[in-house]
T-cell receptor, first 113, second 115 residues
Framework: NAGVMQNPRHLVRRRGQEARLRCSPM?????VYWYRQLPEEGLKFMVY????????ESGMPKERFSAEFPKEGPSILRIQQVVRGDSAAYFC???????????FGSGTRLTVV | DQQVKQNSPSLSVQEGRISILNCDYT??????FLWYKKYPAEGPTFLIS?????DKNEDGRFTVFLNKSAKHLSLHIVPSQPGDSAVYFC??????????????FGKGTHLIIQP
């Protein structure tokens, strides 16, 4: 039973490009959460999704960021027109029961040059 | 506005001794607390949790204590082992800042176990 799979592990983008981060939850998990960790900071909640639904996006920046979790396939976090301040580690977690049973992926480290 | 605070960025403990990691919170709506361990280039791994209706939870070498009146919790690791060297994050749920079912994390404490 594979864990939460995130790809790519490392992503380098030039300013103004788009970044797409993918997350495949654990088998049987229907809850997906995205977190961002800036250097020297803790993880900050971004968005909580279930299949085809955004449940809570209160932590998402209002512009350039979007997330989806389609009926088929992985969850995608999309960042348009990236800026240097978007450089961070982005972690996805999945759960079958909500917050009490998180499993995190290994993260995607985004570097904007 | 840091609702979960880990005031010690790092902690050094000798192998075999007790490690005590501390965490303070400000939001009285938090009702569930968790500790995660994180190695470099990996995602956080769940360690232990505690509900606000309890004041202690134990799992092997790991014990979490909760003092609701002081809004303080601590993680005790005894005896400390070299493999415990990692960054430890305190997290809470039930308040704002973590989404409806998200977690609010502290900045972490880097635990170093010395031989």
């Amino acid at each position: 039973n594979a864990g939460v799979m995130q790809n790519p592990r490392h992503l380098v983008r030039r300013r103004g490009q788009e970044a797409r981060l993918r997350c495949s939850p654990m088998k049987g998990h229907s809850h997906v959460y995205w977190y961002r960790q800036l250097p020297e900071e803790g993880l900050k909640f971004m968005v909580y999704l279930q299949k085809e639904n955004i449940i809570d996006e209160s932590g998402m920046p209002k512009e350039r960021f979007s997330a989806e979790f389609p009926k088929e396939g992985p969850s995608i976090l999309r960042i348009q027109q990236v800026v240097r301040g978007d450089s961070a580690a982005y972690f996805c977690a999945s759960s079958s029961t909500g917050v009490y049973g998180y499993t995190f992926g290994s993260g995607t480290r985004l570097t904007v040059v | 506005d840091q609702q979960v605070k880990q005031n010690s960025p790092s902690l050094s403990v000798q192998e075999g001794r007790i490690s005590i990691l501390n965490c303070d919170y400000t939001n009285s709506m938090f009702d569930y607390f968790l500790w995660y361990k994180k190695y470099p280039a990996e995602g956080p791994t769940f360690l232990i949790s505690i509900s606000s209706i309890k004041d202690k939870n134990e799992d092997g070498r790991f014990t979490v204590f909760l003092n609701k009146s002081a809004k303080h919790l601590s993680l005790h690791i005894v005896p400390s082992q070299p493999g415990d060297s990692a960054v430890y994050f305190c997290a809470a749920s039930g308040g704002s800042g973590g989404g409806a079912d998200g977690l609010t994390f502290g900045k972490g404490t880097h635990l170093i176990i010395q031989p």
